[in-house]
């Protein structure tokens, strides 16, 4: 079945600075990779997600680049706030694309001030 | 709305009590989730339902028990349950969903705000 590793697991970062959050995964058949923020005692939240027929995708100070021969894919924050402080999944479509999200052990991103 | 709403938001239950969480959604999708998160790690899938049919049970102990009475609500029964299953249960649904033998595409997953359970 599909394996997704996630690094680091904890990063601090200077206000202001990028942030960058690698995750591969191991099944070449995964389509669909979200990447979820989770606050302390709230909900996961999409904050972007990208699709295997494109190889990055942008939202404001938030990228996700995917490359497929290497089977690995990042998020980049760039002009990282304190409110960007938080835990970050990375996610990838699971084998027999069933309605299974295989999640990386997260990220504890800290930003500094 | 891309709302999922889960109740209670908080529960304390001894081993031999029997509770139930409930999930619901109204963005029409057809499939939904049950996840357990642990402090500290990502969300451990449990239970997947696909056009109201259980499709997926990540071999989870028998006192949970998952019920999908109809495509808007999700259920999850707990009964005799021991003190790691303290945790927090996260509910979420997704727009498509396999039916029967056909293969959908996986979509993107909206979560509930979760029901923090302590087991005593």
């Known amino acids: 079945g599909e394996n997704v590793e996630q690094h680091p697991s904890t990063l601090s970062v200077q206000e202001g600075d990028s942030a960058v959050i690698k995750c591969t995964y191991s099944?070449?058949?995964?389509?669909?990779f979200p990447w979820y923020k989770q606050e302390l005692g709230k909900r996961p939240q999409l904050i972007i997600d990208i699709r295997s027929n494109v190889g990055e995708k942008k939202d404001q100070r938030i990228a996700v680049t995917l490359n497929k021969t290497a089977k690995h894919f990042s998020l980049h924050i760039t002009e990282t706030q304190p409110e960007d402080s938080a835990v970050y999944f990375c996610a990838a479509t699971g084998s027999n694309r069933d309605d299974k999200i295989i999640f990386g052990k997260g990220t504890r991103l800290h930003i500094l001030p | 709305d891309t709302e999922v709403t889960q109740t209670p938001k908080h529960l304390v239950m001894g081993m031999t009590n029997k509770k139930s969480l409930k999930c619901e959604q109204h963005?029409?999708?057809?499939?939904m989730y049950w996840y357990k998160q642990k402090a500290k790690k990502p969300p451990e899938l449990m239970f997947v339902y696909s056009y109201e049919k259980l499709s997926i049970n990540e071999s989870v102990p028998s006192r949970f028990s998952p019920e999908c009475p109809n495509s808007s609500l999700l259920n999850l029964h707990l009964h005799a349950l021991q003190p790691e299953d303290s945790a927090l249960y996260l509910c979420?649904?997704?727009?498509?969903?396999?039916?029967?033998?056909?293969?959908?595409?996986?979509?993107?997953?909206?979560f509930g705000p979760g029901t923090r359970l302590t087991v005593l």
């Open positions: 979420a649904s997704s727009q498509l969903g396999t039916r029967n033998s056909q293969r959908g595409n996986t979509d993107t997953q909206y």
């Open positions: 963005m029409g999708h057809r499939a």
């Open positions: 099944d070449s058949a995964s389509n669909y």
